[in-house]
């Protein structure tokens, strides 16, 4: 509410803080106002019901929790810089202080959740990256410019929030996959109509749409968001590190070395997260007992790094280098973990197990590969499937066939191929020899257990050892 002021130095604050908050009131649409009011029903209706009030009370309590506020009130700092940087160059004013808290909750701390429970956290903040620069920013902005009459906008929205959830519960759902097409394809029209009916009104309104203010509220989240990938990346190596000893402190080594092991994390691996997870797995597994054998694990490990970098050359006679034994399926989409040392002269890598066809809704067919051999060359390569559903033991069977092939061609030969393929197609048990080594197929039989009728296939090359 402005006021009456007789100074000038005070008539000019009210005009500024009037005009502030009247740019600030005119930038809500009635998509926002009809979001406000849908989210006070909600709240409204949480309140009223006993067994719903007192889930969202744990909500609330868990939110105020400090180990949530301090990581959120510390990018909010981080957040201010930039907006205050953003002031500095006279790019930021108060009408655009609702799209920065837009911005802030939906993107910012967002992202920072995502990152914490990314599995693989690297490849997290490349998508974010890329996500942050792409097209659909745009067009979300473009679908955000205009909307629908407040009447229209609270009746959709019920109506979208229910299309989306439940394309996004069909999905997880094999058995409900038309469903989720459905829902997709309605989601779709649905997206198409917002931005459409947004895209006619700036061109009709074209003198009010292409303005600098306009402008400003499509780069800003953009500026804002890439100014933050510094802060994301410290926060990423904050939630590593913290996952990681909070890990080795209950199920790898005595808590007496866990401060000599930070130190070394910190001035031998430093942010390089994935060597910090393969550190992790080494102690777990080595369960270092002193400060020496502790320091070793690191060294190894980067020397370990060192020749997966420039893998040495291993004789046929011997069998396969492990780096390039890793990369034998990867044409068909097989990534394997990395080569490591499992206990005494025995090492080994292996990919996921790929699930194959629906399932029955309990179990699915599955195939992964895996390598065995030494620590310095690949002895054994095997393609594993797993026929828990035999309904669908024939196209799988199919995946299966093709995987042995390949393998075969990288690991050995295309004549080695055109010798053994239909022995291979023929899904019969046999053994072949090859160059230093042998080839085989073997099924067997799953004897009782919770799967009826079950089995699986092992294709084997075998070289060196």
């Known amino acids: 509410m402005c006021r009456n ?12 803080s009037c005009v502030g908050m009247n740019a600030i009131i005119n930038s809500i649409s009635d998509r926002e106002i009809a979001s406000a009011i849908w989210l006070a029903v909600f709240v409204a209706f949480s309140l009223i019901n006993k067994s719903t009030r007192d889930c969202l009370g744990a909500v609330i309590r868990a939110l105020f929790q400090p180990a949530l506020l301090t990581p959120l009130g510390i990018a909010a700092l981080y957040a201010t810089g930039e907006i205050f940087l953003l002031s500095y160059l006279g790019w930021w004013s108060v009408a655009n202080l609702k799209t920065t808290i837009l911005w802030l909750l939906t993107f910012a701390f967002v992202t920072m959740f995502e990152m914490a429970t990314a599995k693989n956290r690297k490849a997290g903040l490349g998508k974010i990256t890329a996500e942050i620069l792409s097209v659909a920013v745009l067009i979300t902005f473009i679908a955000e410019l205009y909307s629908f009459p407040l009447i229209v906008e609270l009746i959709a929205l019920p109506f979208v929030t229910i299309v989306v959830l439940m394309a996004e519960l069909a999905k997880h759902k094999p058995e409900h996959a038309p469903v989720a097409k459905l829902m997709g394809r309605l989601s779709g029209l649905i997206g198409f109509s917002y931005i459409g009916f947004s895209l006619l009104k700036s061109i009709e309104l074209w003198h009010d749409t292409f303005t600098w203010a306009n402008w400003l509220e499509l780069v800003i989240p953009i500026i804002l968001s890439v100014a933050f990938l510094p802060f994301l990346y410290a926060w990423r190596t904050y939630v590593a ?3 990681m000893f909070t890990t080795i402190s209950i199920f790898g080594i005595d808590r007496a070395l866990v401060p000599y092991a930070r130190w070394l994390a910190i001035t031998r691996i430093r942010t390089d997260l994935d060597l910090l997870e393969r550190w992790r797995k080494s102690i777990q597994s080595a369960r270092p007992a002193n400060k020496v054998e502790l320091k070793h694990t690191p060294t190894a490990l980067l020397a370990l790094k060192e020749r997966e970098a420039a893998p040495p050359t291993v004789p046929p006679k011997e069998g396969w280098s492990p780096y390039l034994a890793m990369q034998f399926l990867a044409d068909v989409g097989v990534e394997t973990g990395h080569y490591n040392h499992r206990y005494e002269d025995e090492w080994g890598a292996s990919s996921p197990m ?10 699915r067919n599955n195939i992964a590969y895996y390598i065995d051999g030494t620590e310095h060359a690949a002895t054994v390569l095997k393609v594993m499937l797993n026929v828990n559903v035999t309904a669908e033991s024939t196209e799988t069977e199919k995946v299966f066939i093709r995987h042995a092939v390949h393998l075969l061609e990288q690991a050995v030969s295309f004549n080695a191929v055109e010798r053994l393929k239909i022995k291979i197609a023929s899904l019969k048990d046999f053994q072949a020899a090859i160059p230093f080594g042998s080839v085989s ?25």
């Open 354 to 363: 790929r699930e194959l066809g629906k399932g029955d809704g309990i179990w």
């Open 441 to 465: 197929l073997a099924r067997e039989n799953f004897d009782g257990g919770a799967i009826k009728d079950g089995y699986s296939w092992m294709f084997t090359v075998r070289r060196g050892g």
């Open 5 to 16: 002021h007789t100074t000038p130095i005070a008539v000019h604050a009210d005009i500024v």
């Open 241 to 243: 590190y913290n996952a």
